[in-house]
């Protein structure tokens, strides 16, 4: 939490709790902080004029930055409702999770994948604008020697 006009922070954390407080240096201001169920922490001031709560701040400031939105081979755009969308290939591990938004169960492969029997498996090229700071990739090459390194192991998700 950055120094601001308006906020006091402070933080404290020991082996068994982390927490942070805040206080207003106007206490005529009210303001709040959430967790959003999108993984968002939000903070929110009241604007009496309006009779309506004003986004101050949020961060991850985009719903696509949320870690892990959209689950495993799920997509995320910013634009458009639904926010997350399965690979082509792939449907919702949980159609009544993604009917109430709630994307995180991710998506799984429509047509099963047969150990040593996938010769006919097409691959789709998907550019990818950011991935998680965990992630792990291996360098093979060219289109053509990653489908077939893919095909020879039974693990591979590329």
């Known amino acids: 939490m950055r120094l601001n006009y308006i906020y006091n922070f402070s933080f404290f954390s020991d082996e068994n709790v982390s927490y942070f407080t805040y206080s207003l240096y106007?206490?005529?201001?009210?303001?709040?902080?959430?967790?959003?169920?999108?993984?968002?922490?939000?903070?929110l001031t009241w604007l009496d004029e309006t009779k309506q709560w004003n986004l101050f701040w949020s961060q991850p400031r985009t719903q696509c930055e949320v870690y892990d939105l959209c689950g495993a081979f799920g997509t995320c755009r910013q634009t458009g409702l639904p926010f997350c969308n399965c690979l082509t290939g792939f449907k919702p591990k949980s159609e009544n999770d993604w009917n109430q938004s709630d994307f995180s169960s991710g998506c799984v492969r429509k047509t099963d994948l047969e150990c040593g029997n996938n010769k006919e498996i097409s691959f789709l090229m998907v550019k990818v604008d950011s991935v998680p700071p965990n992630f792990v990739s291996m360098a093979i090459g060219g289109d053509g020697e990653c489908r077939a390194a893919c095909l020879n192991s039974c693990q591979c998700n590329a």
Do not use: A, L
Request: proline fraction near 6%; charged fraction near 5%; hydrophobic fraction near 40%.
């Open 26 to 43: 106007n206490p005529s201001i009210i303001s709040r902080f959430v967790m959003s169920v999108s993984g968002q922490v939000q903070q």
